[in-house]
């Protein structure tokens, strides 16, 4: 049996929002997994720590956080709406904020140990040619360990096609505006009947699988020779 259009809707916006959560995280995820893997510096623990405080965090947590920052309660949302007319809160921006919060973590690990893998002597060969540090960086270092950049990448938009307690609390359960596949299912099995339950979670095992599996070949592909 076909998704009906409510389905396909739900379907399409985590598609979106993990589209939107993964692009707009990567530029910092590639800075934070250099940084990680290449420099030593007093503090380093409290980046490592914050970077990772989602991975342990109930998610519920992470989106009663993001609610307390980017809500209308909070001075950071109240002057988001009333000096750029901007709500974040329960839209489905808020959505993408969630997912790209619990997704770092795992895209600045895979990164990391990609960035651990170039060999530096590399990097100093090309600046001993002239290159400045952004241009060995940019030629050298990121070409090598874009395997890695990229499974980081599917990774995290994986991780965020599955998304729940984060989103449900900083973003709500709005049909049609919010309601991403993983809220699709939930309120389906709390529905009378709930038949669209198993359909909901066929199509949330497929793109799961499909992305892991994604992951994984890249990941594979770049530390092949």
Known sequence: MGLSNAEWTAVALSVRVALVAMLTSLPFGVAVGWLLARREFHGKWLIETLVNLTLVLPPVVTGYLLLRMFGRQSWFGAWLEGTLGIQIAFTWWAAAIASAALGFPLMVRAIRLAFRGVDTRLEEAARSLGSSPFDAFWRVSLPLARGGVIAG??????????????????????????????????????RAGGDGTLRLAVVSVVLAAAALASSEWLERRGAGP
């Open 153 to 190: 990448a599917v990774l995290a938009f994986a991780r965020s096609l599955g998304e729940f307690g984060a989103t449900i609390t900083f973003a709500g359960n709005i049909p049609g505006a919010t309601q991403t596949l993983p809220l699709a299912v939930f309120s389906e099995m709390n």
